[in-house]
């Protein structure tokens, strides 16, 4: 058939299209898909142990016995519907889970949950938190996920965070013999400019060399704790570039809601995850970040789910005191509650916890989320699955694979963290093979191969 344009003529326009398509795929990778932890537990660096992990799923599973031993009363206790036995479902998944795994990201702090110490005491707690990051791997104790948090890097705290930074690499790497726990993570916190990001990136580097490291080792993630980490001086977009200093280091973005709002002059008392700046902040960052392959965290629900009563020595408590204490952690946890739903279904999987109690009110949050999606969800990637097998086996390119990706990323989110079992995984079609491929792409490519 006759055409006009020869190959020669759009050659130019043609080469310069190539490179910027392959630039836009280097920026834009597109969603991880390595597992992500549904939580960060943040605790002061001086508390912690090898077994913090272990103690606080015990102090978890105390809580569920005393205020919601079965899911009649997690029902009564979350609000979760108990048709069909879905309350005691969530409930026994989450005694497993908080048996099994009770902590999946751990952050120990040298910032806000920490404070300010003298000097010779950051230096020996710096080390002595490493001796137990070092007894934990060698115990198999650690969580999957967990790193430090140093304090920010402005004029002030600069000098105090690097050498803390330094102290516990070095000395967890001389009593570890060179080993890092996987998923290992530097977090630096209020961050306002590239150049912290750049200094951080900069020393994590000389501690690879220094150790024979390889490079890369030491990765980073970035809290948005302020407006002038969205946006710079002149009112332009500036979260990226921010990430972009970590010189592919940045894994994680988490959000400070509180220090947020602080900043903008929002009364203390409103103060809270769910206030409408926060949702502001939840979606600039998820635009600024989407395809990043950078994965997103929400900040911690502030109300503690603690009673107001406590047992003194051999005393029992009263009934009426321990009807206020169930109430009192009952409202705590219907917040929390509130606030991970919402974070979820904004598309925010993961969030920080601060307290024991809280952990059974995350997991519930989560797997009820996840079971109620988990029949259309289902429907939805069967259907996927077969369609785009069927395009790419008559010799058609199937270009909605990031769609696909996403909801094969909510069966392998469910099933890390305990939400789903591996039948329920397998519920659209997929054999345990294609699951741990982790690639939509890979799945309907390997169909199509083995349907030719």
């Not at 750049?198 to 980073?220: I, N, R």
């Not at 409103?270 to 635009?287: G, K």
């Not at 990637?381 to 909801?407: E, M, P, R, W």
């Amino acid at each position: 058939m006759k055409t006009t344009l020869t190959p020669e003529a759009s050659a130019a326009s043609r080469e310069a299209l190539r490179r910027a398509n392959v630039a836009f795929t280097h920026a834009y990778p597109g969603e991880s898909s390595r597992r992500q932890p549904v939580h960060t537990v943040y605790g002061g660096a001086h508390l912690f142990r090898a077994n913090t992990a272990r103690k606080m799923g015990d102090l978890a599973l105390a809580a569920l016995r005393d205020y919601a031993a079965d899911g009649s009363q997690l029902a009564h206790g979350l609000g979760l519907p108990q048709r069909g036995g879905f309350a005691q479902r969530v409930h026994d998944r989450v005694v497993d889970k908080l048996q099994r795994e009770p902590v999946e990201d751990f952050r120990i702090d040298f910032e806000d949950g920490y404070g300010h110490r003298p000097d010779s005491e950051e230096d020996a707690h710096a080390v002595a938190a490493a001796t137990e990051v070092a007894r934990g791997l060698e115990q198999g104790s650690l969580p999957p996920f967990i790193g430090i948090r140093v304090k920010s890097f402005t004029e002030e705290l600069y000098a105090r965070a690097s050498r803390t930074l330094d102290l516990f690499v070095t000395a967890l790497l001389e009593q570890s013999g060179g080993r890092l726990p996987p998923s290992f993570v530097v977090t630096l916190p209020k961050v306002t400019v590239p150049e912290q990001v750049t200094a951080l990136a900069k020393l994590l580097s000389e501690l690879e060399s220094a150790h024979q490291l390889p490079p890369g080792a030491l990765a980073l993630e970035l809290m948005v704790e302020t407006p002038q980490a969205l946006f710079d001086a002149r009112g332009r977009p500036h979260l990226r570039s921010l990430v972009e200093a970590g010189e592919g280091r940045c894994s994680h973005v988490h959000l400070g809601v509180y220090d947020y709002t602080a900043a903008l002059d929002i009364s203390a008392h409103m103060q809270h995850m769910r206030h409408p700046a926060c949702d502001y902040l939840r979606d600039t960052v998820q635009v600024l970040l989407a395809g990043s392959g950078v994965r997103l965290s929400d900040g911690a629900t502030n109300v503690m789910p603690v009673g107001p009563h406590r047992k003194q020595g051999d005393t029992a408590l009263l009934p009426t005191e321990r009807r206020e204490n169930t109430d009192a952690v009952h409202r705590a946890w219907q917040v929390a509650y509130r606030h991970t739903r919402h974070s979820l279904e904004r598309g925010y999987y993961q969030g920080w916890d601060l307290h024991p109690a809280q952990l059974p009110v995350r997991y519930a949050a989560v797997y009820a989320f996840f079971l109620e999606g988990l029949e259309p969800a289902s429907q939805r990637l069967k259907a996927f699955v077969d369609k785009a097998a069927q395009a790419t086996l008559l010799g058609d390119v199937f270009d909605d694979a990031a769609t696909g990706q996403g909801l094969l990323n909510f069966f392998l989110r469910g099933l890390a963290c305990g939400a789903l079992t591996e039948e329920e995984a397998r519920a659209p079609g997929l054999t345990l093979e294609e699951l741990r491929s982790r690639s939509f792409r890979g799945i309907v490519q390997g169909r199509a191969s083995a349907s030719r």
